[in-house]
């Protein structure tokens, strides 16, 4: 079974850079592709990106290209999402999922933007 | 027009069913699509409850009920979530998903009430 739990909640400045972790357990990070979704306060799911296997590579949203950058520490199965040029709109519950079915979530990070 | 349209909100009855629908932009055929539904309760992430594309190839989710199952209409190319003999405790938001274009896309999700 495989379990991923998510570092706490943050609060950022506009302009400011946040970074999630999700530690993998049940499974190494290596059998997995992590992807990372977000959800804003009273809105739906928004997915914005994640690894293919197929291509060997992180392919990310259009909307959050040049903002993002995903990364992964295989030596502690942990995965991580950097969100650069904070604004407000950033404001969200921030997962990481994995696999193409999104069968496993973790349990979510709020990420609070406020000046 | 949103790549995948869900209605905002459906009521059942206790031991009825329920058909949520997922609507998929016109030029955008189901029929060469999985469609991933996710269940989600307040303050909790998404629970992935099932994959369908036909019927030699679905997917029911780790310890989901029976009473969930997947299906399409071609002729309004949606996907559709059936929920039989509702309980109480599927009251909760549902979302679909595809994999479009090399990118997920979330429809808006339907609020459903059992009451």
């Known amino acids: 079974q495989v379990q991923l739990v998510q570092s706490g909640a943050e609060v950022k400045k506009p302009g400011a850079s946040v970074k999630v972790s999700c530690k993998v357990s049940?499974?190494?990070?290596?059998?997995?592709?992590m992807h990372w979704v977000r959800q804003a306060p009273g809105k739906g799911l928004e997915w914005m990106g994640g690894?293919?296997?197929?291509?060997?590579?992180?392919i990310y949203a259009q909307k959050f290209q040049g903002r993002v950058t995903m990364t992964e520490d295989t030596s502690t199965d942990t995965a991580y999402m950097e969100l650069s040029s904070l604004r407000s709109e950033d404001t969200a519950v921030y997962y990481c999922?994995?696999?193409?079915?999104?069968?496993?979530w973790g349990q979510g990070t709020l990420v609070t933007v406020s000046s | 027009q949103a790549v995948l349209t869900q209605p905002s909100s459906l009521s059942a009855s206790p031991g009825a069913s329920a058909s949520l629908t997922c609507t998929l932009r016109s030029g955008i055929n189901v029929g060469t699509y999985r469609i991933y539904w996710y269940q989600q309760k307040p303050g909790s992430p998404p629970q992935y409850l099932l994959r369908?594309?036909?019927?030699?190839?679905?997917?029911?989710g780790s310890g989901v009920p029976s009473r969930f199952s997947g299906s399409k209409d071609a002729s309004a190319n949606a996907g559709i979530l059936l929920i039989s003999g509702l309980q109480s405790e599927d009251e909760a938001d549902y979302y679909c998903?595809?994999?479009?274009?090399?990118?997920?896309?979330f429809g808006g999700g339907t609020k459903l009430t059992v009451l």
């Open positions: 690894f293919d296997p197929e291509d060997g590579e992180t």
């Open positions: 998903m595809i994999w479009h274009s090399s990118a997920s896309v």
């Open positions: 369908y594309k036909s019927d030699s190839d679905k997917q029911q």
């Open positions: 999922a994995t696999d193409y079915n999104f069968d496993y």
């Open positions: 049940g499974y190494t990070l290596t059998e997995l592709s």
